[in-house]
C-alpha cells in the first residue's frame, strides 16, 4: 500500500513540471487579492481617502464596467496570442531539435509567470465587474479598478518581455545554454557531496545481498530519498539501487540490494519509493540534460538539418561536463547528517557514458571530418585531466572508436591527414603504461 510520503511525493513530482502549476498559483493569488479589495473598498477609511485623492479614480459606473470589459478583452486576446506561440515553439522544437526537450520547455517558470499573470489580471477583472451595480455611482470600486488598470500596462510589459523571451527559447543556441547550465549545476553538486572520488565513503561489497526485483514497467527516473532513508534508519539496513536513472525497468528486473533479508512489508514500502514516468527533466540528474545535448547534436547532422555547427559545439559542451564527470565516483551516495549513508545508487560507467554521448555523434558524423576531429579534441582535452588508469582506458578506447571510424568513412588525403594530425597531438598525452594510437594510412588507394 502506498504511503501518504509517496503520494505526495509523485504528485510533487508531476505538479511542479506541468504548465498549469505557477498560472494556477498566480490566479488563486489574485483571487484573494480580488477579495481583498472588495473587502476594504467601502470601509470608512478607504471612503475617505479616496475622497482626498482624485487621480485616478473612476467614479461612474458604467465607466468602470467598459474599463474592466475593455482590459478583460485586451489581455484574453494577449493571452491567446501568447498560448500560441508557446504551441509553435513546442513543434519546432520537436520538429527540428528532440522531443525529449518539450517537458524543459513546458516547465519554463519564466512563460508559466508571464501566463499566470494573465490569467489572474482576466479573473480579477471578471470578480470585479460582478460587484457594479448598474446606475449606482455610490458603489463604484474605483480601487479595485485602479489595480485592474496598472495591472493591465502591467500585462502589455510582460506581453513584450513574452514575445522577446519566446524568440530567444527557439534558438538552438538558448536551448543548449540552458541543458549545459542545469547539467553542470548538478554535476557541481555531486562533486561537493559524498559522490566525488576522492571523498566517497567506503561501501562493501554487494554482490551477494538480497536482491530486490521491480514490480512494475516504466523508466526509473526518481526516488523518494527522504523516506528510502528513514525506512533504512529504521530496520538497520544499507541498499544499493541497482536501476540507472533514465532506463527502462520491466517487471521482475533486479532493482535495488538489501544488506539482509527484510520482510515482505519493508520491500514493498521501499519498492513505493521509486517513481517512474516518462519525461526527461535536466534538473532532476545530469545525464537527463547531456543526453538531452547529445541528441540535438544528432539531429542537428541528420540530412533534413544539416547542420554541423550545433554538432561540434555541442561535442565541446560535453567535454566540459565529462571532465566534471572524472572526478566523481562510480557511486551516488545519500548523506546522513549523523552517520555514513546507507543509500547508494550505481552510476552509469564512464564507458557507457561516453557510449551513451558521444558514441551517436560519432555514429551520424562519421562522413564530417570536422565533426570527428572536434570528437579528437574531446578526448585529448579529456586525457588532460586527472583520471583513473580505468578511466583512461575508456577514453582510449573510444577515442580509437572514433579513429576506426575515420578509417572507413573518409577517403580524402587532406582529411585522413588531418586526423593523423589529432591522433598524434593525442599519442604526445598519453604515458608510458598507455597504447598509443595507430595513425590512419595517407596513400593514394585509400578506401
Known amino acids: 500500500m502506498a504511503v501518504p510520503s509517496n503520494i505526495l511525493f509523485r504528485a ?18 489574485f483571487f484573494l487579492l480580488c477579495l481583498l479589495t472588495m473587502a476594504v473598498e467601502y470601509q470608512p477609511w478607504m471612503m475617505s481617502l479616496k475622497g482626498n485623492f482624485d487621480l485616478g479614480l473612476v467614479r461612474n459606473a458604467d465607466n468602470a464596467r467598459l474599463i474592466l470589459g475593455t482590459l478583460v478583452a485586451g489581455i484574453l486576446s494577449l493571452m491567446v496570442f501568447s498560448f500560441s506561440m508557446v504551441m509553435v515553439v513546442l513543434n519546432n522544437a520537436a520538429a527540428s531539435l528532440s522531443p525529449r526537450v518539450i517537458p524543459g520547455l513546458v516547465s519554463s517558470k519564466g512563460h508559466q509567470k508571464t501566463l499566470g499573470i494573465y490569467l489572474g489580471s482576466i479573473l480579477y477583472a471578471l470578480l470585479l465587474i460582478t460587484t457594479i451595480e448598474q446606475g449606482n455611482s455610490d458603489r463604484v470600486p474605483s480601487l479595485g479598478v485602479l489595480i485592474t488598470l ?72 526518481e526516488l523518494n530519498v527522504k523516506e528510502v532513508n528513514t525506512l533504512l534508519r529504521r530496520h538497520q539496513v544499507r541498499m544499493t539501487v541497482l536501476a540507472h536513472r533514465g532506463f527502462f525497468v520491466s517487471e521482475g528486473h533486479p532493482l535495488f540490494r538489501l544488506e539482509r533479508p527484510q520482510d515482505d512489508a519493508v520491500c514493498q514500502l521501499l519498492l513505493d519509493c521509486f517513481d517512474f514516468f516518462i519525461e526527461e527533466y535536466a534538473s532532476s540528474h545530469y545525464f537527463f540534460g547531456c543526453r538531452q545535448m547529445s541528441e540535438i547534436a544528432v539531429k542537428a547532422l541528420s540530412p533534413g538539418i544539416n547542420d554541423p555547427g550545433t554538432a561540434i559545439k555541442t561535442v565541446d559542451l560535453l567535454s566540459v561536463q565529462l571532465s566534471r564527470r572524472l572526478a566523481l565516483s562510480e557511486r551516488d551516495f545519500a548523506s546522513l547528517p549523523d552517520e555514513p549513508p546507507r543509500l547508494c545508487y550505481q552510476e552509469l560507467s564512464l564507458d557507457q557514458l561516453l557510449l551513451q554521448l558521444l558514441g551517436p555523434i560519432r555514429a551520424y558524423g562519421a562522413a564530417d571530418v570536422s565533426v570527428l576531429v572536434s570528437l579528437l579534441q574531446a578526448f585529448k582535452n579529456l586525457l588532460h585531466r586527472p583520471a583513473s588508469l580505468q578511466q583512461r582506458a575508456d577514453l582510449l578506447r573510444h577515442a580509437r572508436s572514433v579513429r576506426d571510424t575515420a578509417e572507413r568513412h573518409l577517403s580524402e588525403r587532406r582529411e585522413r591527414e588531418e586526423i593523423n594530425d589529432f591522433i598524434a597531438r593525442i599519442n604526445r598525452t598519453l604515458q608510458g603504461t598507455d597504447q598509443p594510437l595507430m595513425p590512419l594510412q595517407v596513400t593514394s588507394e585509400a578506401p
Open 12 to 29: 510533487y513530482q508531476r505538479i511542479i513540471h506541468s504548465l498549469a502549476f505557477y498560472p494556477t498559483l498566480i490566479a488563486i493569488g
Open 150 to 221: 496598472v495591472l493591465g500596462i502591467t500585462c502589455l510589459g510582460l506581453f513584450v518581455h513574452f514575445i522577446r523571451s519566446i524568440s530567444q527559447s527557439i534558438q538552438v543556441e538558448h536551448i543548449l545554454s540552458n541543458l549545459y547550465s542545469a547539467s553542470l549545476e548538478k554535476l557541481d553538486a555531486c562533486g561537493d557531496g559524498p559522490a566525488s572520488r576522492d571523498a566517497a565513503p567506503p561501501w562493501p561489497d554487494d554482490r551477494e545481498w538480497v536482491t530486490v526485483h521491480a514490480q512494475r514497467n516504466g523508466y526509473f527516473k
